[in-house]
């Protein structure tokens, strides 16, 4: 069963930094690519960016491109996004989810993590 | 960058009611690369339909998905109690980004 297991709710303060997980199991973690989505509160989807464990080959969008980090272990099956200086308007729910090694959609989604950025 | 419109912004319906949902693009979305999903309150979104039409695993054939270039539609023939939800498309045929768009709400009349 393919499963994608993100890491708990965070609480932060501005400027400080986070690095957030999203953990596959139940297929070959290296033949997909792995996505982060944010999605602000009472808001829409927003693609953020893609990572393919196998090679670590990264792409943004442009309105993430510089904002986060999107790094992956393929040791551990584990990928990342991260924040070296967070701000409230970060505040959000944030979901991984896989896509086929070819173009396609988000087929699995993790649970999503809870990231609240307040002073 | 694709950018993605769906209307209506809200869609008010009883249940067994069928359900038309638009999606529209700014230009033409290569190759059917366009997914609708389904997310409730508190969940994470679940993909329902890809490639505009093809049904992902384990999703019931009331829902149907057709299309192409520019103008896609999602179709629920009989709206059940669960399908109650925002849906969402997305294009993926350039990336990045897959850009998403803004949702269509289907409540309860």
């Known amino acids: 069963e393919v499963q994608l297991v993100q890491s708990g709710a965070e609480v932060k303060k501005p400027g400080e930094s986070l690095k957030i997980s999203c953990k596959g199991s139940?297929?070959?973690?290296?033949?997909?690519?792995i996505g982060w989505v944010r999605q602000m509160p009472g808001k829409g989807l927003e693609w953020m960016g893609i990572?393919?464990?196998?090679?670590?080959?990264?792409r943004y969008s442009p309105s993430f491109q510089g904002q986060v980090t999107i790094s992956a272990d393929k040791s551990i099956s584990t990928a990342y996004l991260q924040w070296s200086s967070l701000k409230a308007s970060d505040t959000a729910m944030y979901y991984c989810a896989r896509l086929p090694p070819a173009a396609g959609p988000f087929d699995y989604w993790g649970q999503g993590t809870l990231v609240t950025v307040s002073s | 960058e694709i950018v993605l419109t769906q209307s209506p912004g809200t869609l008010s319906l009883s249940p067994g009611e069928r359900a038309t949902l638009s999606c529209r693009a700014s230009?033409?979305?290569?190759?059917?690369?366009l997914a609708w999903y389904q997310q409730k309150p508190g969940q994470a979104p679940r993909l329902l339909i890809y490639?505009?039409?093809s049904r992902a695993t384990g999703i019931p054939d009331r829902f149907s998905g057709s299309g192409s270039g520019t103008d896609f539609t999602l179709t629920i023939s009989r709206l059940e109690p669960e399908d109650f939800a925002v849906y969402y498309c997305q294009q993926y045929g350039s990336s990045p980004p897959g850009t998403f768009g803004p949702g269509t709400k289907v409540d309860i009349k």
């Open positions: 990572i393919y464990p196998g090679d670590s080959d990264t």
């Open positions: 490639g505009a039409s």
């Open positions: 230009q033409s979305v290569s190759s059917s690369y």
């Open positions: 139940g297929y070959s973690f290296t033949s997909y690519w």
